[in-house]
C-alpha cells in the first residue's frame, strides 16, 4: 500500500519539479532572555556585531553582484541601510540599558516588535520588507552568539523551509535547487521573485514538517500541488511534464525578437508589467516590447518618507535608458487604505478598496502629485515614457491632472530644465464609471489601459482579497466583457489605442477576445510574455 501524501499549497512559480526535500534548518534561532548588569559592554558587543555584519553583507553585494549584476545585489545595501537605521538602534539600545539584558535578546525584541508593525499593514509588498528585517535581525544575532551561516547544497534538491530570507537563497548553488516549499511567503516575496527568475515551481502555504527531509516528492508550481512520496509511475509520468515542459520553452524561446502578428496579419504589441527598476531587465530578457505597467509606488513603500524628485527621476530615467526607445508606461501613485506608507498617514478604512486611494489622494495633496509629475517629465527625455492614471471616475478628475501637467511643464520650462513636449497621457479603465465614460475620457487622453482585476471587482461587487468569493469572480461574466469591448470601441472611435494590463491579459484562453474587440497590446508579467506571443500568433484578429 502506498505510503504517498497529498498536500496542498498556493502555487507561486511555475513548473515541476521531481526530487529529493531538503529541509533548510534555520541556524542560529535560539534566544533566551538573559540578565546583563553591564550595559555598556552589551551595546559595544551590539556595534561590533553590526559592523560585522555591514562587512558580511558587503561581501555578500559583491558576490552577487559579480554572479549576477547590480540590481540583484541590491537587497544587500538595502540591508546594510537596515542596519544604520536610526529608530532600530535606538529601539535596541533603550532595551540594553533599560531592561538590563544581553544585547542578542535585545535585537531579537527589536526584530519582533517592528516585524509586528510591518504585518499589521497588510500588504504584500511590506511583508516581503518584513522578510528582509528578520533576515538583518537573525544575522546579528547568529554573529551575537558565534554561530556561522547555514548548510550548503550538496545534491539538487526541493528546498523545503519555514520561510527563506534573501541572504539565505542567495548563498545557495543555484544549479542544485529544483524548487521551494514554504509555509511563509507569497507572491511578491523573496523566494517567488527568485523562483520565477530562474523558472523553477514554488509553493507557499504549506504546514511544512522537518521529517519531510531526505523524502523524494512531486512540486507543481502552477497547481500548488505537492506529493510525498509519489509512486514510480507518478514520478515517471512527472519526468515526462517536465520534458514537454522544456521542449515548449525551448519552442517559446525561438519567438524572441518576432513581432506578435497574428494569422491575418494583424501586429500586437506584447508588453511587460513591471513593480521596479530591477525587473526591467527580466522584461526585456523576455523580449517585452515594452513597458506596460511600471507601478511605481514600489518608490514610495521601500523607505520611511516621501520619495524625492530626484529618487524617482532617477528610477524612471534608469529604466527608460534600460528599455532603449520602446515605450515605458508609468502608472502614478497606486497607494491606499490597504496598501499604504507609514508616512502617508492614511488612517484605517472599512472598505479600502473603494476609498482614499490612487488619483484621490494625488489630487487631493498635490504636492506629492507634482513632485513624481515633474520627476517624470525630466526623465522622459532618455526614452520613450507615458504617463497613466489610475482610479479615474469623471472628466474632471482627467481634466485637473492635465492642469497639473500644464503647470509642471511651465515650471520646468521656467527653470530651463529639458523634458518631452509629447509625453502620452492614458487613462486607467479600472471603474465601470470609468468604462461607461470612456467615449468621453477617449477625446483627453492618448491611450487607455484596462485593469481587468478591479474592473472584474467593483463590476461585480466581489472583494477581490475575499479569498471566500474567489470562486466566484468570473471573468468571463457579459457585465465584465460588454464594459471591456465598449471600452476598446469607444477608445478606437477617438483613434486612440487601448491596451489589457490587468492578469487576464496573460490567459491566453482569452487572447481570441480580447483580439475579437480589437486589443492593440497586451501586458503581462515577464514570464508570460513569450506564451502571450505565441498564442497571438496562432489566432485570427
Avoid at 523524494?216 to 500541488?225: K, L, P, W
Avoid at 491575418?264 to 506584447?270: E, F, S
Avoid at 478598496?353 to 490612487?358: T, V
Avoid at 486607467?428 to 465614460?437: F, Q
Wanted: net charge negative; proline share 3%.
Amino acid at each position: 500500500m502506498s505510503d504517498m501524501q497529498k498536500i496542498q499549497g498556493k502555487g507561486i512559480g511555475r513548473g515541476i519539479a521531481v526530487g529529493r526535500i531538503l529541509f533548510y534548518k534555520k541556524v542560529g534561532r535560539q534566544v533566551s532572555r538573559t540578565y546583563r548588569e553591564d550595559s555598556d559592554a552589551e551595546w559595544k558587543r551590539f556595534e561590533d556585531a553590526k559592523e560585522k555584519a555591514q562587512t558580511q553583507l558587503l561581501k555578500l553585494q559583491e558576490k552577487v553582484e559579480r554572479a549576477a549584476g547590480a540590481e540583484n545585489a541590491a537587497i544587500f545595501e538595502a540591508h546594510r541601510m537596515m542596519l544604520l537605521d536610526d529608530e532600530l538602534n535606538t529601539f535596541v539600545k533603550d532595551i540594553i540599558r533599560n531592561a538590563k539584558v544581553s544585547a542578542e535578546y535585545a535585537v531579537f525584541v527589536a526584530g519582533e516588535h517592528f516585524s509586528e508593525l510591518l504585518s499589521g499593514l497588510e500588504d504584500e509588498f511590506l511583508q516581503a520588507r518584513n522578510a528582509d528585517l528578520q533576515d538583518v535581525i537573525w544575522r546579528l544575532i547568529r554573529i551575537l552568539n558565534g554561530v556561522e551561516d547555514a548548510q550548503e547544497l550538496t545534491e539538487p534538491s526541493i528546498i523545503v523551509a519555514e520561510d527563506l530570507t534573501p541572504s539565505e537563497t542567495i548563498q545557495m548553488d543555484k544549479s542544485l535547487i529544483l524548487g521551494f516549499v514554504t509555509h511563509l511567503g507569497s507572491a511578491n516575496s523573496h523566494t517567488a521573485i527568485l523562483a520565477r527568475q530562474m523558472s523553477l515551481p514554488a509553493v507557499c502555504g504549506v504546514a511544512v514538517d522537518p521529517s519531510w527531509n531526505g523524502k523524494i516528492a512531486i512540486v507543481d508550481g502552477e497547481s500548488g500541488q505537492i506529493l510525498l512520496n509519489p509512486d514510480a509511475a507518478l514520478i515517471e509520468e512527472s519526468r515526462k511534464k517536465q520534458q514537454q515542459e522544456a521542449a515548449e520553452s525551448e519552442r517559446l524561446q525561438r519567438l524572441k525578437g518576432k513581432p506578435a502578428i497574428t494569422k491575418d496579419g494583424r501586429q500586437i504589441a506584447v508588453y511587460a508589467n513591471i513593480g521596479s527598476v530591477e525587473e526591467a531587465r527580466g522584461a526585456i530578457e523576455n523580449d517585452a516590447e515594452g513597458i506596460g505597467l511600471f507601478r511605481s509606488e514600489f518608490l514610495y513603500l521601500e523607505g520611511k518618507d516621501f520619495p524625492s524628485e530626484e529618487k524617482q527621476f532617477a528610477a524612471y530615467k534608469a529604466v527608460a535608458q534600460a528599455m532603449d526607445g520602446r515605450i515605458v508606461v508609468i502608472r502614478t501613485l497606486d497607494l491606499g487604505a490597504d496598501k499604504q506608507a507609514d508616512y502617508l498617514d492614511l488612517g484605517h478604512e472599512e472598505n479600502p478598496a473603494m476609498g482614499y486611494r490612487a488619483i484621490r489622494i494625488c489630487l487631493d495633496r498635490p504636492e506629492i502629485f507634482r513632485t513624481q509629475l515633474r520627476a517624470i517629465y525630466r526623465a522622459s527625455v532618455y526614452g520613450n515614457l507615458a504617463i497613466l492614471f489610475p482610479m479615474i471616475i469623471s472628466l474632471e478628475e482627467v481634466r485637473l491632472c492635465k492642469e497639473y501637467i500644464a503647470k509642471v511643464k511651465a515650471e520646468l520650462k521656467e527653470a530651463g530644465i529639458p523634458y518631452k513636449e509629447d509625453v502620452q497621457i492614458g487613462v486607467m479603465i479600472e471603474t465601470p464609471a470609468a468604462a461607461l465614460i470612456s467615449e468621453v475620457l477617449a477625446k483627453e487622453v492618448d491611450f487607455f489601459s484596462i485593469g481587468t482585476n478591479d474592473l472584474a471587482q467593483y463590476t461585480l461587487a466581489i472583494d477581490r482579497q475575499n479569498a471566500r468569493m474567489e470562486s466566484q469572480t468570473d471573468m468571463r461574466h457579459p457585465a465584465v466583457q460588454e464594459l471591456i469591448r465598449r471600452t476598446v470601441a469607444n477608445g478606437h472611435k477617438a483613434g486612440i489605442r487601448v491596451e489589457i494590463c490587468g492578469e487576464l491579459a496573460a490567459d491566453t484562453t482569452f487572447t481570441q477576445t480580447f483580439l475579437d474587440y480589437g486589443v492593440d497590446a497586451l501586458s503581462v508579467s515577464a514570464p508570460f510574455i513569450l506564451a502571450v506571443k505565441d498564442a497571438v500568433m496562432h489566432t485570427a484578429s
